[in-house]
């Protein structure tokens, strides 16, 4: 389950979207549960419920434990964390009379217990009593959350698991065997990462294949201690123990790929007291595949540079420069909105540069020495290096280029696209995470070529690039959406669609009045994902890291 709530959908014009959140894995786990059974013992689980727009919306629900009083919960929950937000959570138990879903209404209320989400996260582990309706206590029934920050999560794993000639624990028939793989904590608490399901009457169980990440299975520490415990389920919940083993993941790893991933099932009591004892059976790694996952820091890191390149509309429409009423006019008490984005944007893309020199096009005007309409021209005028030194290169080039063009047009931005697509296209035969190309175009209205527009984004969706369009002025640039792909897949005039999502487009009108530093993050909140997309699906790791890398006792029952 992920609780990434819808963030930005329901934002006034002109909200700056919120920062990127960190991720946030919730256990639990129980203790001295209210018996409501008469019979046997409580069958409990445990509903999440987040509070939203003042009320409570009850979000997922984890797996129910059969016949147990002080339950160990296998499922995860992972949530958006938010440091500015008071994220209030509120945890619910209940002794389940139905299969387990969503809805509790015929179940019997075992308690509750409200906080917040950053309190969890500031404890890491948080221990509190139940409470009845009315604030009456459970008893001494204590609810127990452990947070754990995934954000740094650097891979998937799936393991599947079999075993063979397990300890029959059964008079009547055979064992019902499932298995449970542990964490082992630097205090040597131990942190339930799987329990596979139950496989009945069977001596040589396959149990299902199972996907957690890295981070959950071993903190990201190929050398953390792990333990598999073999269990034969029992319905009132008294589990028979049949055996044990301890290893690493590296050690799954090194054993799998030689073909010996195996190791005894030991029960530590009859190795003591039987002398011809050698094991309860063998339990056998079937299977394993490692995704690592890479994150747009780890690129940045690993030396992968930001090219920026900013696009300036020269067309008529946007007025005479030496007119104060021209959105390139240039006032010496404030800047014009070309060069508020222009020196916002930039400042932020310099950090990622390390020769700090920013390619600089103008578009849509007529240019010296013949005055004839560029689209795709340096405004340092340098043909040969369309470079400057900086963002304040850029914007001096910008203040000399004015004096020195016509403004015309058409509005034709296409070809200021493909220029930048060579350079990322040139890029991207190296065959290394070095170099990403961001192209920002600024412009004050619609796009004239919007077909040629079209096709060349398609195009360029399949280079390390993206493309940031920032809308200057009071247009109207309703047709201007069409091109960031947010509202659907891009295509082509010929119908090809893009393969990923490269362009965002903001009207500057309704970031007008915030901070640089909100429109930055506005424009630029894409690009770190956009990042990793494109070199995630091309299988580049970051530089420096090698070649491409191939794919307590029992708390519960399944």
């Not at 919120?18 to 991720?23: F, G, I, L, Q, V």
């Not at 002025?473 to 393969?499: H, K, Q, Y």
């Not at 429109?519 to 990793?532: S, W």
Request: proline fraction near 5%.
């Amino acid at each position: 389950m992920s609780a990434g709530w819808e963030r930005g959908a329901a934002a006034a014009p002109g909200a700056v979207p919120a920062p990127c959140a960190s991720k946030v894995e919730l256990r639990l786990s129980c203790r001295h549960l209210l018996d409501r059974d008469p019979l046997t013992k409580s069958d409990p689980s445990v509903v999440l419920l987040l509070r939203s727009q003042g009320q409570w919306v009850q979000v997922d629900r984890t797996e129910v434990v059969r016949s147990c009083l002080h339950p160990v919960f296998s499922k995860v929950f992972t949530l958006d964390y938010y440091f500015e937000e008071a994220q209030k959570l509120r945890f619910e138990v209940y002794d389940s009379h139905g299969p387990s879903s969503l809805s509790c209404q015929e179940d019997d209320f075992l308690g509750g217990m409200e906080c917040t989400l950053g309190q969890i996260v500031a404890q890491k582990k948080m221990t509190c009593a139940l409470a009845l309706k009315f604030g009456r206590n459970a008893g001494k029934s204590t609810i127990t959350v452990t947070a754990e920050d995934i954000s740094t999560n650097n891979g998937y794993v799936e393991l599947s698991f079999r075993a063979q000639k397990l300890d029959d624990k059964d008079i009547f028939s055979k064992s019902d065997p499932f298995l449970e793989l542990y964490r082992i904590n630097d205090d040597q608490s131990q942190q339930l990462v799987h329990r596979t399901e139950v496989v009945r009457n069977n001596l040589s169980p396959v149990w299902e294949p199972f996907k957690v990440s890295l981070n959950s299975l071993c903190s990201c520490q190929e050398t953390r201690p792990l333990k598999c415990l073999v269990w034969d389920h029992d319905s009132r919940g008294k589990h028979d123990f049949i055996g044990e083993f301890t290893t690493t993941f590296a050690e799954m790893q090194k054993a799998f790929g030689e073909d010996q991933a195996q190791w005894e099932c030991v029960n530590t009591k009859y190795k003591q007291k039987k002398r011809h004892y050698k094991n309860s059976g063998v339990v056998i790694l079937a299977d394993l595949k490692f995704s690592r996952v890479y994150s747009f820091l780890d690129y940045i890191m690993g030396g992968c540079q930001i090219h920026f390149t900013v696009a300036i509309d020269f067309t008529a429409s946007n007025g005479d420069p030496r007119n104060s009423c021209s959105l390139h006019y240039i006032n010496p008490f404030q800047p014009n909105e070309y060069l508020q984005a222009l020196v916002a944007v930039g400042e932020v893309c310099q950090d990622y540069d390390s020769d700090k020199k920013f390619s600089a096009l103008g578009f849509g005007a007529r240019i010296p020495p013949k005055f004839e309409v560029s689209h795709d021209f340096a405004i340092n005028f340098n043909p040969e290096d369309d470079k400057c030194e900086g963002v304040q290169g850029v914007v001096e080039a910008y203040q000399n280029c004015l004096r020195r063009v016509q403004l015309y047009g058409p509005t034709n931005v296409a070809p200021v696209i493909s220029k930048v697509a060579r350079l990322a296209a040139a890029e991207a035969l190296s065959g290394e995470a070095s170099q990403y190309s961001i192209l920002l175009i600024l412009t004050d209205g619609v796009v004239t070529d919007m077909a040629d527009t079209r096709e060349a984004i398609v195009r360029a969706s399949h280079l390390p690039m993206s493309i940031i369009i920032v809308g200057v002025g009071n247009a109207d640039f309703t047709d201007m959406r069409v091109l960031d792909g947010d509202d659907g897949i891009l295509r082509s005039p010929r119908g090809e669609p893009a393969l990923r999502d490269i362009v965002q487009f903001v009207p500057f009108r309704e970031l007008k009045n915030a901070s640089p530093a909100a429109l930055a993050k506005c424009v630029l909140a894409e690009v770190p994902k956009q990042v990793v997309g494109y070199y995630s699906h091309k299988e580049l790791p970051p530089q420096g890291l090698g070649t491409r890398t191939p794919d307590g006792g029992p708390g519960s029952t399944p």
